[in-house]
């Protein structure tokens, strides 16, 4: 008897539990649920990569839950790695968020499952030909058109919108597919602190890594704001070694200074779509947090400020968009150099643009047009683009400057999206303030035609002729190249006896011609890939293909064998292997063999182990520069989307 109550009570509890707490973006509503992900991942290795400092033996783990209590969304992200090292900056990760983004992409995710239900019904047909029984059903059936109709905006959401839900709230809760409290919340600013990511524009911050704090709120699609604060990078003194010829000299240019970053964003509109919003950024070194030599070092303390401002305009909205941005930046490239001083200008203005013999200053700009006619499978774009040689941003990693680049694209369909035809123009320039001894340009003029006729084998051929040249009046720096690249693919997938099968053949000729003829060179490639699917699950592909290489002075072939097979043995497991084999009487020998498996537990792991055995045998370049070598890699994966 005691018993029984002890199971009974344990079953109550389970069942309380189950009503409070919902796992999954599938699971029932509950005043607690939790979704996200993580992602654990091993490697051993009996080598490291020719010229890499990764480690040949790694361990990552990362995990991203979000915890969403009476729909309050929480997000945490964490990476911990063991190729964190004090020789470089930071890798390890950790942040805390206030998501309501977690609330649209769940509500989004529950849109799509109820369209694909939908369409997948007998009703689905109704989708397709919405323009031809909208008037029929209005007056012999109203319920089956509002239904139609509802689903009809959920396709909009998906197609136009992206899944944003931002405009569809009405919608979504009248379909039960968004709750009012998720509405409310998912009105809410995002607030993140500890070591966040955050994207401004591609000119002034994106792909930094920021330890500190942001956050944004854009209430209505009306008001946006934003801001940003923290570091960005560490202060990292290291020495390494750089070999020239045969002598070794030590350098300190890959240190790096302490870096702090502060950036806002005010304006009207929504991001994503009709905007104008004005943006200011500040970042700066900590001169004093790097002792170096006074001499044999390049690297500097800098300080960046830019402002700008960013437009988009949805003239029709889905069909014709217009949008920019154009920035200016002020950078001080060494906060050592001397500064300028004159009693004319007060001594605040001086300071507030650091008027230093190393400061000097540049604007950037990008704009684009995109038409896309949906009625006639049309989409016409042109963007442009210009970043100064002196244009900075200490917020954009590697950040291209000193060029201006146009690009026209067309891309049009045809029997009923069967047949594709596409065309582009791109152009490119440097040398923009005229401080180099010479320009360099980037000409091209292409297009592709492909073709998908139901039942019958596809067809895709592409040419995209490219011009680079260079003015210098020096004729040592003179070059003029000419590139014509050519690719094509045919392909086919049939049945055989009950067997499928899949035939596919591609070709890709790229062919050089330099000034004097030189450096003239030609690569033509072709592969030839079979695969089959027998009627138990395992399929068999091959494939053999060759690469010859022809140049002024030498000539090369490739011959490339490769083979595999694939196994889904239950619903819960599959395996894998191959091997890659490519000989070259010039070059040398390359073979590979690999073997995985992916075991699925169920709603709490995927487990992929990947074990690979790799052999090089360079004729023309020595172990020491990474020639021939072996190596054997063991790598586990274990992760899960819930």
């Not at 397709?128 to 009809?152: G, M, T």
């Not at 956050?215 to 560490?234: C, E, H, K, L, M």
């Not at 047949?419 to 292409?446: E, M, V, W, Y």
């Not at 390359?590 to 045998?617: P, Q, T």
Request: glycine share 10%; proline share 4%; no cysteine.
């Amino acid at each position: 008897m005691h018993a029984m109550v002890v199971v009974a009570t344990m079953v109550s509890s389970l069942g309380l539990r189950a009503q409070w707490i919902s796992f999954g973006t599938e699971a029932g509503a509950a005043p607690v649920w939790v979704t996200g992900n993580y992602r654990i991942l091993g490697q051993a290795s009996t080598r490291q990569g020719s010229f890499q400092e990764k480690p040949p033996d790694l361990w990552r783990a990362e995990i991203n839950p979000t915890l969403a209590i009476y729909g309050l969304p929480i997000t945490a992200n964490l990476l911990v790695s063991s190729e964190q090292r004090d020789v470089r900056q930071q890798i390890n990760a950790f942040s805390v968020t206030l998501d309501p983004e977690a609330i649209k992409r769940i509500v989004s995710q529950r849109a799509s499952r109820a369209l694909e239900s939908y369409i997948q019904s007998e009703a689905g047909d109704l989708l397709n030909n919405y323009n031809a029984v909208k008037d029929s059903l209005a007056q012999y059936d109203p319920e089956r058109l509002k239904e139609l109709e509802q689903y009809k905006q959920l396709q909009e959401m998906r197609e136009l919108a992206n899944g944003d839900v931002t405009n569809y709230t009405g919608i979504l809760q009248q379909m039960g597919l968004m709750t009012d409290v998720e509405n409310v919340m998912q009105q809410l600013p995002t607030i993140g602190v500890g070591t966040v990511f955050p994207t401004f524009s591609p000119l002034t911050l994106s792909g930094a890594r920021v330890s500190g704090g942001w956050g944004d709120w854009n209430p209505g699609s009306v008001f946006y704001i934003a801001g940003v604060g923290g570091t960005t990078q560490r202060p990292l003194q290291r020495v390494d070694s750089m070999r020239v010829d045969t002598t070794v000299y030590t350098t300190l240019d890959n240190s790096d200074f302490g870096r702090t970053l502060y950036g806002g964003r005010i304006g009207y509109g929504k991001p994503q779509g009709t905007h104008v919003i004005f943006t200011g950024m500040y970042a700066y070194d900590d001169a004093q947090s790097l002792a170096l030599p006074d001499s044999g070092v390049a690297l500097t303390p800098q300080r960046n400020y830019i402002t700008g401002v960013s437009l988009r305009l949805d003239l029709l909205p889905g069909v014709w968009s217009v949008e920019g941005e154009l920035n200016g930046s002020i950078t001080e490239g060494d906060q050592n150099a001397p500064r300028f001083g004159t009693p004319d200008v007060p001594e605040f203005l001086l300071n507030m643009v650091d008027s230093s013999a190393s400061t000097y200053l540049d604007w950037a700009a990008t704009g684009s047009m995109t038409i896309n006619l949906r009625e006639t499978n049309t989409r016409i774009s042109a963007k442009g683009r210009r970043i100064g040689a002196g244009y900075s941003a200490l917020g954009v990693p590697n950040l291209r400057k000193d060029y201006i680049r146009y690009d026209i694209r067309a891309d049009q369909r045809l029997w009923k999206r069967q047949l594709a035809l596409s065309a582009f123009i791109r152009h490119d320039q440097d040398n923009l303030a005229a401080i180099k001894r010479a320009t360099s340009t980037l000409s091209s003029i292409g297009g592709s035609l492909g073709l998908n006729v139901r039942g019958w084998p596809y067809f895709r051929v592409g040419y995209s002729p490219y011009t680079q040249q260079s003015d210098s009046q020096d004729t040592l720096l003179q070059y003029k190249n000419q590139i014509d690249v050519i690719t094509g693919a045919v392909g086919y997938a049939y049945r055989i006896s009950g067997l499928g099968a899949n035939t596919n053949l591609t070709l890709s000729i790229q062919d050089a011609e330099t000034k004097h003829h030189a450096n003239d060179y030609t690569v033509t490639t072709v592969n030839l890939m079979q695969s089959v699917s027998l009627r138990i699950p395992l399929t068999l592909n091959a494939g053999v293909g060759f690469i010859e290489q022809t140049a002024a002075q030498t000539s090369s072939t490739t011959y490339t064998i490769d083979v595999g097979a694939a196994y889904s043995a239950l619903d819960w497991l599959s395996v894998n292997g191959g091997s890659t084999l490519a000989l070259d009487q010039v070059n040398g020998t390359r073979a590979g063999y690999f073997l995985s498996a992916l075991v699925r537990l169920g709603d709490y792991a995927d487990i992929d182990i990947r074990a690979e055995h790799n052999i090089f045998k360079e004729l023309g370049i020595p172990p020491l520069y990474g020639g021939s070598y072996s190596e054997n890699i063991f790598r586990i994966t274990i992760g899960k989307i819930w």
